[in-house]
């Protein structure tokens, strides 16, 4: 199989592995050549070893030779590095885990493993997923292939660039306020995240609890759906696992695709001022080509959108400082040199061992939460939250499917945001309030501004994910800007 021939998506892999035209240890090293020609620029591994994703990948072939194919048998996964896993350092790419091995897998690596995928290492993220730009790591800034002096969002950024420069062709991530679909709408793939409850928590370094959520990100929905089949379901030892969410059939929802009488929502609230004029210009056409496939397009409003950003920014960073307290140089966590006594030993600990970013947002939940502010502040964002969630499901007794931009502007340059924190929080703003609500949500590519990609957000009642992938495999269909890849990094680079 010549270098131009080579499948790029994981569905095209699987076939050309089931055709006996490629073999498991094959493809691994494809895609290790690719991480060893790129990544210095890219910065999107931050753990990567090559014999050990080799000696995966001939176990895979050895498990094929003798018992058949499992649903991804040698297919290459890369993992965000807040996911615990057995095989190599775990360090959510913050200097206080040191370099911290996990004793055992979470709960979606161990369904991966047992599904055939080849770990493939530990992709680059913002520190403890604080952040929107991948610019908080501990190991440098990520970079967006489609133009290496922008980032490529956060902050699954590792994540997103990997897929979208054919270092791997699937990668998890987790989304805690827009983490997965942020940075898919940056870098032109496409990205979901799961209605909260339908994904194990367990062995995910925690962020805010009620919030995060890990997803599939990959080059087309079909691969999202195959990886979604895999990571989904319920987990007895994870208390936010849902027992009885109704099943999904992830690949026949998107191999049936169609619009025909879907209804879906347009909020006017998601098309504000300040918003970036050739995003919006992406988002109208991609709405007229659902128009055209036999959508019915439906102006709604969702009012109190305006305050989801501020009430994230009070519960996330309260989680947070609660879930980061056991990271204190004792019971976890790296301990700071020669303490001259037990409280210089924490401070120093803590101060050492985190980043500005994740320091601000401690601070931020601690005063919350503190005595005297509880009432005015987390249990305010508390209330504000059942609104949101009040306005979906209000919205969703009009239309099947919500569409919006997943983010309001395309990938800012390094460095631009980095001094105007509130600034860097509005990035997600189109994504937030789909975690408050404990949404599924997918972005996927429907277009270009000055050469940089636009994400089409598409949210769905509780649950609905299937409903999420016909849509937007219709959508898909009909268009071509999935098959896209950025300058120098396409396959045959």
């Given at each position: 199989?010549s270098?131009t021939?080579y499948p ?11 055709a006996?035209e490629?073999s498991a240890?094959?493809i ?6 690719r991480?060893e020609?790129h990544?210095?620029l890219l ?7 090559p ?5 995966q ?8 030779a003798?018992h058949g194919?499992?649903p991804l048998?040698g297919?290459?996964?890369a993992i ?15 200097r ?8 055992y897998?979470?709960h979606?690596?161990?369904?991966l ?5 080849v770990?493939?290492?530990k ?8 952040g929107?730009?991948?610019?908080t ?5 990520c970079?967006?292939?489609w133009d290496?002096?922008r980032?490529p969002g ?8 990997a897929?979208?420069?054919?270092l ?14 942020q ?8 990205g979901?995240?799961?209605t ?6 367990r ?6 609890s ?7 990100m ?16 319920h ?13 999904v ?6 191999r049936?695709p ?10 006017r609230e998601y ?36 305050y ?5 920014y009070?519960i996330a960073?309260s ?8 990271y204190?140089?004792?019971r ?8 001259e ?10 101060d ?9 947002r401690?601070?931020t939940g601690v005063f ?8 005015a502040y ?10 949101i969630?009040r ?13 919006t ?5 395309t ?5 631009e ?18 975690n408050?609500a ?8 429907c ?7 636009v ?12 409903r ?7 959508y898909?269909q009909?268009t071509?800007?999935s098959?896209?890849s950025?300058?120098?990094?396409g396959?045959?680079?």
């Open positions: 199989m270098s021939q790029t998506t994981l569905s095209r892999l699987i076939a050309a592995l089931d006996g490629a240890e094959e691994a090293s494809r895609y290790i050549a991480v020609a990544n210095d910065n999107a591994f931050v753990e990567f070893e014999e050990a994703i080799l000696d990948a001939r176990a895979s072939d050895r498990h094929r003798r194919a499992r048998e297919i290459p996964v965000k590095d807040i996911f615990c896993t057995r095989q190599g350092r775990t360090r959510c790419c913050s206080i885990l040191g370099d911290f091995r996990a004793p897998d979470a979606v690596i161990t369904l493993r047992e599904a055939g995928a770990l493939f290492g992709t680059n993220m913002d520190e403890f997923a604080m929107s730009s991948n610019e790591s501990a190991f440098g800034p970079r967006n292939p290496v002096e980032i956060g902050s699954s950024g590792g994540s997103a660039a897929v979208a420069a054919h791997a062709p699937a990668a998890l991530g987790t989304d805690t306020g827009g983490s997965i679909r940075p898919a709408a940056l870098t032109g793939i496409v979901m995240k799961p909260y409850g339908r994904v194990s928590r062995g995910i370094i925690a962020f805010a009620s919030l995060d959520q890990a997803g599939p990959t080059r087309t929905v079909e691969d999202t759906a195959r990886i979604a089949a895999v990571i989904c379901g987990d007895p030892a994870d208390a936010t696992s849902v027992a009885d969410a109704p099943a059939d992830w690949l026949a929802a998107c049936a169609s619009m025909k009488g879907l209804r879906i929502g347009r909020p098309f504000i001022d300040g918003m970036d004029a050739g995003v919006r210009r992406c988002i109208d056409a991609a709405l007229e080509q659902c128009a055209a496939l036999g959508a019915e397009i439906v102006e709604i409003s969702l009012p109190h959108t305006e989801a950003v501020a009430a994230y009070v960073p989680e947070a400082s609660a879930n980061l307290a056991r204190d140089g004792v976890f966590g790296r301990r700071c040199a020669d303490p006594d037990l409280r210089d030993m924490y401070t120093r600990s803590r050492e061992g985190f980043g500005a970013e994740v320091k601000r401690i601070l919350a939460l503190s005595a005297g502010y509880y009432d987390y249990k305010k964002a508390q209330q504000v939250r059942t609104l969630r306005d979906f499901a209000q919205a969703f007794e009009q239309v099947d499917l919500i569409a931009p997943t983010s309001p502007v990938a800012f340059k390094l460095g945001r980095c001094d105007d924190p509130l600034t860097m929080y509005l990035s997600d703003i189109f994504t937030i309030a789909v408050l404990g949404l599924p949500g997918l972005s996927q590519p277009g270009f501004v000055d050469g940089l990609p994400g089409l957000q598409w949210i769905a009642p509780p649950w609905r994910e299937g999420i992938l016909t849509a937007a495999a219709a898909e009909a071509d800007w098959s896209r950025p300058a120098g990094f396959e045959e680079a």
